[in-house]
């Protein structure tokens, strides 16, 4: 048996190609950056050592947790106002035309960036801004996601729930919403990816700190290293948390939601 054959049956035809697509990127990367200027394009090996002073810089990771929980508070507003309007439509359903109509069209389509300007006009340059921009940028992904969970919701489980109890919001409580919670879960993982990109122009255009703010710092000296170091530090944020954080919550969301049918269909 060959090597490459050997290599196939351990890693599989898809994590060979990417490996090798991971590969070739960093070949051409050193290529690039042999050719050009330090200051304009960095070595693989530069960014690395950036990367490492960064890990051991009391100030990234204050400056770290500061646009954590700037997403945090954001994905939470959103997630809980964008459900609120989502689910509207099931219990007002005259509210229906204004959801699907204007309110999604409308919170889908406005520019990110405008929102990102506004915030700046609005509240200034403080950590409210950075939230506004960042709530009404990801408020969509909940609005959409849960409102068409809304719709998916089958009437006989509600109709067995309300059998059970007249309460309408123990029935919301035990029924529907373990129903839409794996809605509410897709929102929320889209949320964090967009969040961790859009905090940067937040933070660039109304922030005094923040990732956001050093990458506009580092853009400032010159220091192009620290801003492609800084982006790699990101990508590994929002690989850690949906990683660690989020995929094992939705599949415990997820193993709860179908123990719980079974239970009702038992």
Request: with cysteine.
């Amino acid at each position: 048996m060959s090597s490459g054959t050997l290599l196939y049956r351990l890693f599989g035809r898809s994590s060979l190609v990417a490996n090798g697509l991971l590969v070739l990127a960093l070949a051409a990367w050193w290529a690039t950056s042999s050719t050009l200027p330090e200051r304009i394009f960095p070595s693989i090996g530069t960014i690395a050592l950036t990367l490492l002073d960064f890990a051991q810089d009391p100030e990234f990771w204050w400056n770290a947790a500061v646009t954590f929980s700037r997403i945090v508070v954001a994905i939470a507003a959103a997630t809980i106002v964008g459900g609120l309007i989502g689910i509207m439509p099931r219990y007002w359903p005259s509210t229906g035309g204004i959801v699907d109509n204007i309110l999604v069209p409308f919170f889908s389509s406005f520019p990110g960036l405008a929102w990102a300007i506004l915030g700046t006009v609005w509240f200034g340059v403080t950590s409210q801004a950075v939230i506004i921009v960042q709530f009404f940028i990801v408020l969509p992904f909940a609005l959409v996601n849960v409102a068409e969970g809304a719709k998916a919701i089958g009437t006989e489980e509600v109709e067995m729930g309300r059998s059970f109890s007249r309460n309408r919001l123990a029935t919301f409580w035990r029924i529907e919403l373990p129903l839409l919670s794996p809605f509410f879960m897709s929102a929320i993982t889209i949320s964090y990816g967009v969040c961790w990109k859009i905090s940067l122009i937040a933070e660039l255009f109304g922030a005094r700190s923040g990732i956001g703010y050093m990458m506009q710092h580092a853009q400032d000296v010159g220091q192009t290293d620290r801003i492609l170091a800084l982006c790699i530090a990101i990508v590994i944020f929002v690989i850690i948390g949906q990683r660690f954080i989020l995929q094992p919550l939705s599949r415990l969301i997820v193993k709860g939601e179908s123990s719980g049918v079974a239970g009702r269909n038992g």
